[in-house]
């Protein structure tokens, strides 16, 4: 609950309205697991709350730990779906990704989440919760909303628990230390410019619109030419940043073509460019290019005056691809909802 949401819910069990302040320090700041410890609130207030509301913690369900040190949790939500998020350490930092939805409506062709179709939107506890119940929270710098889901088809949840996060009254987190990555929902991108000030990651994959839509059918809805208009608006030259997502697929997109391409799109744009490897998901038919030939499309791309960068492969012997394990587990369960 953000501040506002602890006082509506303070002045309907007739508390006083500084007792949302005291709770969201005992929830946000104090990681206050029970709520009869919530010490300086009266024991009647206490006994009220715990009748009425619960604190949605919910330790993960499972975790696969790979090779190199990435793990990934599988968290039930409060609708009884099954997400993933990933826990990546790399030297002093350490990044959690989250997911935002169980599942996704929007049907990227490469992507085992979207195979799920949409299952249910997480609340804002519900994302929260995989920050806060993870056992290695202590040790977090940063997090991505990259995990199963599209956040920004899911904008109010997604962008209250930004609020909670980083406001003062809630964990405090530098707005600069998250980042939002979106296929490119147009409305709810404007939302989170407007309304928060974290990062933006755009998931590109191909400059080209007509490419693009045979493998992104968001495409269709809201062209990636609209999506950098409305970046061009928002001012990326101080602490915000913008990158943009771009799983090379040998063959598909990583012709001179789409070079030349991707430099008149993003030209006089702020940005950078991450190029990702695919990761197998079965039955799909694209497949990375080897080392060099992604070297090779870096530094094309890097002459254009555009900061590209390839970015480490974690987690690939534990089904590193988003939505894998959920699936298995949806099978296992035999929860073909
Ligand atoms: C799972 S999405 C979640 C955030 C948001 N829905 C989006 O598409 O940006 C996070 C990133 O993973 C990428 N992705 C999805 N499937 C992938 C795969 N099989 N291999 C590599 N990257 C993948 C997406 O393109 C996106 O850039
Ligand atoms: S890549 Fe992102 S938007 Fe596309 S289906 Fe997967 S989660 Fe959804």
């Not at 005291?22 to 104090?30: E, G, V």
């Amino acid at each position: 609950m953000s501040l506002g949401q602890l006082r509506e819910a303070a002045a309907g069990l007739g508390l006083p309205r500084y007792a949302a302040g005291q709770m969201a320090s005992w929830l946000y700041r104090r990681g206050c697991t029970d709520i009869t410890a919530m010490t300086d609130l009266s024991k009647a207030a206490r006994e009220a709350l715990a009748s009425s509301y619960r604190l949605g913690l919910e330790a993960p369900r499972s975790v696969a730990v790979s090779r190199d040190g990435t793990k990934k949790y599988l968290y039930r939500t409060a609708d009884g779906h099954y997400v993933e998020s990933a826990y990546i350490p790399d030297g002093d930092r350490a990044t959690l990704c989250v997911s935002s939805q169980a599942g996704c409506r929007m049907g990227c062709r490469f992507c085992m989440t979207g195979r799920q179709g949409l299952r249910g939107q997480l609340t804002s506890g519900d994302i929260l919760n995989q920050m806060a119940s993870l056992p290695e929270r202590g040790r977090l710098t940063n997090m991505v909303y990259m995990g199963m889901g599209e956040p920004l088809d899911n904008p109010d949840q997604v962008l209250r628990s930004l609020e909670i996060l980083t406001a003062e009254w809630g964990y405090g987190w530098s707005p600069t230390r998250i980042t939002v990555s979106t296929a490119g929902v147009v409305p709810g991108l404007r939302r989170l410019l407007d309304e928060s000030r974290v990062h933006v990651a755009v998931s590109l994959h191909n400059p080209f619109p007509e490419q693009r839509a045979e493998i992104m059918p968001v495409e269709r809805a809201f062209s990636v030419r609209d999506v950098v208009s409305l970046l061009r608006r928002y001012d990326f030259g101080g602490q915000r940043r913008v990158s943009f997502e771009y799983i090379v697929l040998a063959g598909m997109n990583d012709s001179p073509a789409h070079v030349k391409e991707l430099a008149r799109l993003l030209d006089g744009l702020k940005c950078r460019i991450n190029l990702i490897r695919f990761h197998k998901i079965p039955g799909s038919p694209y497949f990375s290019p080897d080392d060099r030939r992604m070297e090779a499309f870096r530094n094309a791309l890097s002459r254009k005056g555009i900061v590209t960068t390839v970015r480490a492969s974690r987690g690939e012997d534990i089904q590193a691809a988003c939505g894998l394990l959920s699936t298995k587990q949806m099978e296992e369960a035999g929860d073909e909802a």
